[in-house]
C-alpha cells in the first residue's frame, strides 16, 4: 500500500544519510511499513492498532521512533493529523450529534439526535481553560504544580488500612441526617 500520508519531508535513518556523501537520489527511501504505521497513526488509530494492523509488535514502532529521528517527527505529525480527526469526530458527537433509533413495538419508529454533554464539556475545557477548566487548577491542559496529591493519597492509603486491619470507617450512608 502506498503511504497517503505526506510528512513535511521524506524521514530514514538520518545517520544513514549523514554518514554518506550520496546525492539525494541515493537517501534511504522510507521503510513501507513504517510509511503504513504512519498512516494508520494519521487515521487516528492508536499505537497498538497500527502496529497490529501492519503486522508488528506494539514496542516496535517505539523501537523505531528512538532509533530513527525523521520517523519520530514524522510520527510526531501524523499524530497531530490522527488527533485532528478524532477531534473533528468529538466536535460532531458534541454539537451535530448522533442519529439513533427509536423503537417502539420492535420496530423502529423513528430516530432521535443524541448529543454527547461530557464530550461537549471536553471541548470546552480544551478551547477556554481559563472558563471551563477544572477550577483554575488546569493551564493549557496541563496540571499545575500547585496541585497537591499527596493529601488525596494519604486519606485514600489511611481508609485502605483501616479496611485491612478490620476497623470500620465512616462512609456517606453512615452519617446521620
Known sequence: MASKFEPLE??????????????????????????????????????????????VKPSTPYAWR??????AAAWEA????????IEEEAFRRAVT?????????????????????AMLMFLL???RPERYGN????????ISEDLNLKGV??????????VASGIKTPTVSDQPD
Open 66 to 71: 528512538k532509533q530513527d529521528e525523521r520517523f
Open 135 to 142: 477550577s483554575g487548577k488546569t493551564v493549557a491542559g496541563k
Open 125 to 127: 475545557k480544551s478551547r
Open 10 to 55: 521524506p524521514w530514514g535513518s538520518m545517520a544513514a544519510d549523514s554518514a554518506s556523501n550520496n546525492s539525494p537520489k541515493d537517501a534511504q527511501q522510507p521503510d513501507p511499513l513504517k510509511a503504513d504505521f504512519l498512516d494508520h497513526i494519521a487515521a487516528g488509530q492508536s499505537v497498538r492498532s497500527a502496529a497490529s494492523t501492519v503486522g
Open 78 to 85: 501524523a499524530e497531530e493529523a490522527g488527533t485532528d480527526i
Open 97 to 117: 450529534g448522533v442519529e439513533k433509533p427509536v423503537y417502539r413495538g420492535g420496530e423502529v419508529v423513528g430516530h432521535i439526535a443524541d448529543y454527547s454533554d
Open 153 to 162: 493519597r494519604d486519606a485514600l492509603v489511611g481508609k485502605f488500612n483501616a
